[in-house]
């Protein structure tokens, strides 16, 4: 109840912000007028319109794809696919000629639990059996952020399943993952009938600022508040977020950018607190594409709703989470 209550409160408060007179629409439009010719925000990823009065996206489309697991590479052994296993994402978003971004956003992300099974296969390697429990999130999301005002707002609803058939797509792409790698070992997979399905909303608020300190080098800040509401038990949810970023464009290679990112996010459930550190590194290409990496250190409870998701067997630690993604714009 205390986060349907909280969910409720900030989706009244987003309203209040953005339902304005049109004399503060007046004075806002003006002040971002102001931050474009100041160079706050780049003018060549946002541009004033002259139809609608708002900063207008350089771009109609984004897709992003991304790929999450606990382990840095094939070769690597500190994680030890128990707990946070496997993950992926897809993100396909429109930007209206006012600056609203919609998006339709998949994520799946496996859990897995050791049985302490064990046989030998025809190697005469030992091989475990593990329980497995998929979490997969499907919804639309509407945000304002590419308008570059101070402040942006971001809305949801979706649907979101726990499952133990094995049928999610993040334990099917796994499975292939292995079989396709002789040096990973797939361990026998024991499927369960448990499924827990409920519909989903969210809702944040942020403060974001640019600031282009030389032709060559941009810094960005955010910082955020939201709450996520689930019908699924002890899923629900408030946090918060924020980073910043630094952007440098070489003289040399103008199509061309780096982009580093420090950033923190804190979520506070009924059963506990969460807190994940993360550090990204991204490579920008001709303004349209950019690939990077991200390493994530999730610290305090560990949130185990989705059954599975327990610490390292051999470190007694949460594993270091690992994303790769790319994004392309058009």
Known sequence: MKNLTLFFSCLLTTFTVFA?????????????????????IPLEILSLDPRTQTLAPSHKYEITIGIVDDNKWVTD???????????????????????LRLTVHYTGDLYTQDTGRY???????????????EES??????????????????????????EGSGKGTAAQVQQKFHSLVKEIRQPVNEYSNYRESAPMAEAAIGVQKNYQVSSQIQLEQKAEVGVVATGVKDASHVMTNAEASAIYRPSFASNYATKLTAGVTVKAYDVGTEVTPYVEASVLIKK??????????????????????????????TDDIWTASCQYKF
């Open 20 to 40: 304005q007179s049109g004399a503060d629409q007046e004075k806002q439009i003006a002040w971002v007028s102001t931050q474009v010719e100041k160079k706050d």
């Open 77 to 99: 052994t500190t994680g030890d696919d128990r707990g946070y296993t496997y993950g992926h994402f897809v993100k396909a978003s429109y930007i209206t000629a006012k600056g």
């Open 119 to 133: 046989y030998k296969n025809g190697e005469g390697s030992l091989v475990g059996h593990q329980k497995t429990m």
């Open 137 to 162: 999130i499907t919804k639309f999301v509407v945000d304002n952020a590419e308008q570059g005002r101070l402040l942006y707002y971001r809305a949801g609803v979706g649907w979101h399943v726990l």
């Open 288 to 317: 349209k594409a950019s690939c990077g990496v991200r390493l994530a250190r999730p610290q305090g409870d560990a949130i185990n709703y989705q059954k599975y998701n327990l610490p390292n067997q051999r470190t007694g630690k």
